[in-house]
């Protein structure tokens, strides 16, 4: 290789270098933007999943309200249906005290009362 070929050959090698460092820069500040942006992405997630923890929670203090409200419906229904079933018995015995009441007054109509008639004032 003479003295020419051989300065080419350096000078192509010191091109490719210089190519190389500038490639590796751009490449450095890409890989720099792209931190970034990750970092952007991981702080976006977190923020998310807090979220979500927070809406797990209030889901769950909700499924206990909606549990609790179930429940105390349920011991309204049993008391309705209790109050409904003595309403019920005391209109049985009510209608019987006055079919009752309304026997006595038919029959002391009728003279059935089981009482002589009071004598007639005409004696």
Not at 25 to 32: A, I, K, R
Not at 46 to 58: P, S
Not at 80 to 109: C, G, H, P, W, Y
């Amino acid at each position: 290789m003479t003295f020419e070929e051989m300065e080419r050959t350096m000078q192509f090698v010191v091109e490719q270098q210089a190519q190389l460092t500038i490639k590796m820069g751009q490449l450095s500040d890409t890989v720099d933007r792209l931190s970034i942006k990750v970092d952007r992405t991981a702080d976006s997630v977190n923020a998310l999943l807090a979220v979500a923890e927070i809406h797990d929670r209030e889901i769950s203090v909700i499924g206990e309200s909606v549990r609790a409200v179930d429940e105390r419906q349920r011991e309204a229904n049993e008391r309705q249906r209790e109050a409904d079933e003595r309403a019920r018995e005391t209109t049985e015995k009510l209608n019987a005290l006055i079919d009752t009441v309304e026997r006595m007054i038919s029959e002391r109509k009728n003279g059935k009362n089981g009482k002589s008639e009071p004598p007639s004032s005409a004696d």
